[in-house]
């Protein structure tokens, strides 16, 4: 199996610069990964000097909880400059709230502003309970969205197989899986494959 054609290849720190940017793209192009989940600011780069690499980069975050308007532009301004995918946070005060119109709402609307290209969608589940995590899967396989993800990487915690498995057990209409969070051996990574995961974001290559 080949791995690599899985991973979102992910550096996503506050003190990335353009050196650490180029050598994640170098490293994800000799293997093939997936995509290179990087900050917006430094798509059109990527996109120039390597026009074959899927660029993916995310929307509201790592917190989720700026207005929908503005994760709305955000979502424009990456297309724009030249991004493929986008994994953006879901507002997860509105979830607890029960304001799931809301979050199904702006889901669908960066969904419309970002067309065919692909929307994974985070809904944090270290910061959810059980309950939770099966009521996020379901308003994000309800919508137009085409991944569930686990986890920013910046949370109390990352993703867990328990987790994934209960978010799998909530698709009904198809929507991929992405693990990502603290997710760093081949081993792993395999087992998430396993459970059914199309994609594993990874900071580290195995």
Sequence with gaps: MNIYRHIDYTLLKADTNYNDIWNLCEKAEEKNCASV???????????????????????????????????????????????DEIDMVINIGYLKHGLYYAVKNEIEEIKKVIGNRVLKVIIETCCLDEKEIAIATRLVDNSSADFVKTSTGFGSGGATFEDVMLIKENIIHGTKIKASGGIRTREDIMKYIALGCDRIGASKLP
């Design 37 to 83: 989940c990087i900050p917006s600011c430094y798509v059109p780069f990527v996109k120039e000097h390597f026009p074959t690499l899927t660029i993916c980069t995310v929307v509201g975050f790592p917190l989720g909880n700026s207005s929908t308007e503005t994760k709305i532009a955000e979502a424009e301004e990456a297309i724009y400059s030249g991004a």
